[in-house]
């Protein structure tokens, strides 16, 4: 089983990225979407958005990491795809799944699943401007208001020579609404000729066997599930249990730490716990109650001592 972690706007960035592959069973990592507009950006658009760039692509771990371009020029892309590459990606990865609508209103992210002839001519422009010995992929959804152009818009990213195409078994319109489509993303496996990724509720073992199962895939990405089971990877692989909501509450402290020893964001962190209990409440009947607790903590050392003190209370019961 390969897993690669999602590119979650707003959630997967640097930071979360270098946490979660400490703890072992991501295979690849896909960086937020650099959007792309005209002329070729300058390297520190790049670094900012992907500082593992100057590991060679690595996460302090190891993990490859994928630069994601999002935009819907084919020669805009092939130029700034060519100058990611340059500067060690290990890949390059186009976004044709986003939902949001400022993306979407400009015509890139999902809206592009309504042509299929842009997809095709996008991924053949990237393609020809990569050198062939690096991945170029793509992430779609199954549609923008239906599934009606699934097949054909895999199609024809396959044969814009695409290595890759990873699936979240809904359309745009669907947004996260369960359940996941896995029996499409089967049909899309059969009718295009490279590897297949399938993405979309995967948050336990059992969801992994039963998507493998249905979708035919062995490869998986995982994004959401991955925040609310932070060892979801090794999970998934059937190498550890899912953390216990102690074992949630220790790692995000230890998060917590770390994060303020290398980079002091006073502001962004009690924020940032705050968004990943929002993706705990998927799985902990603990978390919102947690959430609401602390939703009025702006300051890091109020956050880390409520981090602590549910601590010592989950540990007497």
């Given at each position: 089983m390969h897993i690669t972690l999602a590119p979650m706007e707003g959630v997967m960035d640097f930071h979360m990225r270098q946490f979660l592959t400490q703890l072992g069973g991501i295979?690849?990592?896909?960086?937020?979407?650099?959007?792309?507009?005209?002329?070729?950006?300058p390297s520190r658009v790049f670094y900012r958005l992907c500082p593992e760039l100057h590991n060679a692509s690595r996460t302090e771990f190891g993990t490859p990491v994928r630069v994601q371009l999002l935009g819907q020029d084919p020669q805009c892309l092939g130029m700034n795809a060519a100058r990611a590459i340059k500067l060690g990606s290990d890949g390059i990865d186009l976004n044709f799944g986003c939902p949001a609508k400022t993306v979407n209103k400009s015509r890139g992210g999902a809206v592009l699943l309504k042509d299929p002839e842009a997809l095709y001519q996008i991924v053949k422009t990237v393609r020809e401007a990569v050198p062939s010995e690096h991945v170029v992929s793509a992430k779609i959804r199954l549609g923008y208001e239906d599934k009606s152009l699934a097949i054909e818009n895999a199609q024809a990213i396959a044969e814009a020579g695409a290595s890759e195409l990873a699936v979240h078994a809904r359309t745009k319109d669907e947004g996260y609404k369960p359940p996941a489509h896995w029996h499409w993303i089967k049909k899309i496996k059969d009718a295009i000729d490279i590897p297949v990724i399938a993405n979309?509720?995967?948050?336990?073992?059992?969801?992994?066997?039963?998507?493998?199962?249905?979708?035919?895939?062995?490869?998986?990405?995982?994004?959401?599930?991955?925040?609310?089971?932070p060892n979801l990877s090794n999970v998934l692989k059937g190498l550890e249990a899912p953390y216990t909501w102690l074992q949630n509450l220790q790692m995000m402290e230890q998060y917590f730490q770390w994060l303020r020893v290398i980079e002091d964001k006073e502001k962004f962190m009690p924020s940032r716990i705050k968004q990943w209990l929002m993706f705990m409440k998927i799985q902990h009947v603990q978390a919102d109650p947690f959430l609401q607790s602390v939703r009025a903590i702006r300051n890091s050392d109020e956050m880390l001592s409520a981090l602590q003190q549910a601590q010592i209370v989950e540990s007497s019961l």
């Amino acid at each position: 089983m390969h897993i690669t972690l999602a590119p979650m706007e707003g959630v997967m960035d640097f930071h979360m990225r270098q946490f979660l592959t400490q703890l072992g069973g991501i295979d690849r990592c896909v960086t937020e979407f650099v959007r792309v507009v005209e002329l070729p950006l300058p390297s520190r658009v790049f670094y900012r958005l992907c500082p593992e760039l100057h590991n060679a692509s690595r996460t302090e771990f190891g993990t490859p990491v994928r630069v994601q371009l999002l935009g819907q020029d084919p020669q805009c892309l092939g130029m700034n795809a060519a100058r990611a590459i340059k500067l060690g990606s290990d890949g390059i990865d186009l976004n044709f799944g986003c939902p949001a609508k400022t993306v979407n209103k400009s015509r890139g992210g999902a809206v592009l699943l309504k042509d299929p002839e842009a997809l095709y001519q996008i991924v053949k422009t990237v393609r020809e401007a990569v050198p062939s010995e690096h991945v170029v992929s793509a992430k779609i959804r199954l549609g923008y208001e239906d599934k009606s152009l699934a097949i054909e818009n895999a199609q024809a990213i396959a044969e814009a020579g695409a290595s890759e195409l990873a699936v979240h078994a809904r359309t745009k319109d669907e947004g996260y609404k369960p359940p996941a489509h896995w029996h499409w993303i089967k049909k899309i496996k059969d009718a295009i000729d490279i590897p297949v990724i399938a993405n979309g509720d995967i948050f336990s073992f059992e969801d992994a066997q039963r998507c493998i199962e249905i979708s035919g895939c062995d490869h998986l990405m995982i994004g959401r599930g991955a925040m609310a089971v932070p060892n979801l990877s090794n999970v998934l692989k059937g190498l550890e249990a899912p953390y216990t909501w102690l074992q949630n509450l220790q790692m995000m402290e230890q998060y917590f730490q770390w994060l303020r020893v290398i980079e002091d964001k006073e502001k962004f962190m009690p924020s940032r716990i705050k968004q990943w209990l929002m993706f705990m409440k998927i799985q902990h009947v603990q978390a919102d109650p947690f959430l609401q607790s602390v939703r009025a903590i702006r300051n890091s050392d109020e956050m880390l001592s409520a981090l602590q003190q549910a601590q010592i209370v989950e540990s007497s019961l």
